[in-house]
Structure formats: structure tokens, C-alpha cells
T-cell receptor, first 113, second 107 residues
Framework: DAGITQSPRHKVTETGTPVTLRCHQT?????MYWYRQDPGHGLRLIHY???????DKGEVSDGYSVSRSKTEDFLLTLESATSSQTSVYFC????????????FGPGTRLTVT | RKEVEQDPGPFNVPEGATVAFNCTYS??????FFWYRQDCRKEPKLLMS???SGNEDGRFTAQLNRASQYISLLIRDSKLSDSATYLC????????FGAGTRLTVKP
């Protein structure tokens, strides 16, 4: 299995509070991604990174920000959590954006009450 | 219209059966294709890449039809352990995931 960890694995938070999720990889892959998975929608890309300090928006980026200060770490921040951000969040890594498969972390279950 | 569409199922089949899943995609410029497997409350895991010439890995066969824009996955001799959700994934700079097809293999 690819060396990807996510923390926390579960979190319950209140509406309006900031939340930061962490993804850590030991594979030294250039690309890192944050997805959310909701019933009936499949995985949807929030943001991705193509290098240290290099990030770009995905399909559902509103309400989220990211940072990558080291190759191995990619942080996802919900500045002010809303109930619509209740979801399962997966981090993924890949060597290349197009030709190569992505490998996923174990996920974080976030509930916003 | 969703970019990647799959029949959500569920498919309920007996052990030993052959089952096939199809997936259609809308972006004709898509460049790479994959099938992932996802167990309940777990992360997606790569099952196999899908090549233009088709490819086989043991009991699993994947086919790509670019002209009709669909991908298929065939599972032969189903095992109980094949029970999972199968995700079709299409890549055109961004990975686009189907919502998944749920398979239950019964004794």
C-alpha cells in the first residue's frame, strides 16, 4: 500500500468553526489531491497541488483552501465549516497528473453540526 | 449530464457467476481510464488500468471503446470477496469518477 496517512480520521465540529485536515505521504510523489465523496456524486476534486507552494482549484473548491509547505504534507482548511461540508474527505497522490493512477489515503469523516 | 455515468446497481450475483459493468463518459478527449474498487467505509483502491487494446488480470477483463465512449469491466468466476463498489474513472487532466456500481456476491 502507498504510504499515505490522513489526520484526523474522524471529526465532529460545529458550524462556523475552522477545520484543518492533514495528508502526509512518504512516496515523494509530486501531485497531491483532496477529494470529497458524497452519496450519489462519486469523488469530486476540491484542490490539488503540483509541487511545494503550487496549488490549483478543482471542481468544488468554494469554501476550502489548501497549503503545501513540504513535499510530503498537504493541508485542507475549511475556514468556516458549514453543514454542506459534512462528507468523507480523501487525499490522493500520483506521480503525474494524467497518465498515472492515483493512490488514496484512508479518508477523514467530517461531520458539521 | 454527468461526465462519467455508471449503473449504480446493486448487482446481486451468486458465487461463480460472470458479471459485467459498463461505464460511459462524455469527454472524447479523455486520455486515461481506470477501474477502482471501494469497500464499505474504505478508500478507493486501483483495480486495473484500461488500455485501448483491452487488458486482463486474472478473472478481471477491462475493455475500452473510444468510438462509443464506454469502458467495461468483466468479472469471471465471482468470489464472495469481490463484493464491493466498483468505480469507473476517466482522466482528462482531472480525474472524473463515476458514482460507482455496487456488487454483492452471495454464497
Amino acid at each position: 500500500d502507498a504510504g499515505i496517512t490522513q489526520s484526523p480520521r474522524h471529526k465532529v465540529t460545529e458550524t462556523g468553526t475552522p477545520v484543518t485536515l492533514r495528508c502526509h505521504q512518504t512516496e515523494n510523489h509530486r501531485y497531491m489531491y483532496w477529494y470529497r465523496q458524497d452519496p450519489g456524486h462519486g469523488l469530486r476534486l476540491i484542490h490539488y497541488s503540483y509541487g511545494v507552494k503550487d496549488t490549483d482549484k478543482g471542481e468544488v473548491s468554494d469554501g476550502y483552501s489548501v497549503s503545501r509547505s513540504k513535499t510530503e504534507d498537504f493541508l485542507l482548511t475549511l475556514e468556516s465549516a458549514t453543514s454542506s461540508q459534512t462528507s468523507v474527505y480523501f487525499c490522493a497522490i500520483s506521480e503525474d497528473r494524467v497518465a498515472y493512477e492515483q493512490y488514496f489515503g484512508p479518508g477523514t469523516r467530517l461531520t458539521v453540526t | 449530464r454527468k461526465e462519467v455515468e455508471q449503473d449504480p446497481g446493486p448487482f446481486n450475483v451468486p458465487e461463480g457467476a460472470t458479471v459485467a459493468f459498463n461505464c460511459t463518459y462524455s469527454n472524447s478527449a479523455s486520455q486515461s481510464f481506470f477501474w477502482y474498487r471501494q469497500d464499505c467505509r474504505k478508500e478507493p483502491k486501483l483495480l486495473m488500468s484500461v488500455y485501448s487494446s483491452g487488458n486482463e488480470d486474472g478473472r478481471f477483463t477491462a475493455q475500452l471503446n473510444r468510438a462509443s465512449q464506454y469502458i467495461s469491466l468483466l468479472i469471471r468466476d465471482s468470489k464472495l470477496s469481490d463484493s464491493a463498489t466498483y468505480l469507473c474513472v476517466v482522466n482528462n487532466n482531472d480525474m472524473r469518477f463515476g458514482a460507482g456500481t455496487r456488487l454483492t456476491v452471495k454464497p
